[in-house]
Every structure is written in C-alpha cells, then in structure tokens.
C-alpha cells in the first residue's frame, strides 16, 4: 500500500524535465508496482485537487488508487476498497496521526 501526502503545492512542483523523467520511471515500473502495491492513496491540497485528480493512476498501474483532498476520505476510501476486501488489519487513527504530524 502508497500513501502519499503532499503538504503544500510547492511540493507537487516537478524540476525542468523531472515531470517526464517521472513518468517515464512509473511506466517502466508499472509491472513491479501492479505486483507488489495493493492499493495507492494521494492526498493533496485542495487548491491542487483538481488537476492532480486528472492523473489515472489506478489505469496506469492496474491496482486501486485515488487522489483526495482530505486525509479522512483517502483513508475510508482506502479501508473501503483496499483494506477490507482482504480482510487485513488497519488502525486507522494510528495513519491519521501520522499523517497529520507530516
């Protein structure tokens, strides 16, 4: 499982060229993420949710994922579609904290 939380949109910001070179490494990865990443959670500021919900994700690698601009609906999101349809353990509160202290 990816969880990854952008706190600013300074963070989403991409060096000259490293927008492509992303997306070319996540192409050439795109079989071992399928293989190995159960499900992938972006969350982002809510200035930067629109255009960062564009990204297909889930088309891209072939596993559940979403974009959210509010850490409680990117984990029940995930504990929907991700955490409960196999049953696995997930304390929730203990990865909102987390998140929040990032």
Known sequence: MSIRRFVD????EHPEGGARE???W???NAGRIREQVLGMVTIVPQTAYEQMSRMDAEKLFGIPAGTFSNIDAALHWLDERVIAPRSLAFDRDAIRNRLVRA
Not at 9 to 12: C, W
Request: aromatic share 10%; proline share 0%.
């Open 22 to 24: 992303t997306k070319a």
């Open 26 to 28: 996540f192409q050439q």
């Open 9 to 12: 949109n300074e963070a989403l």
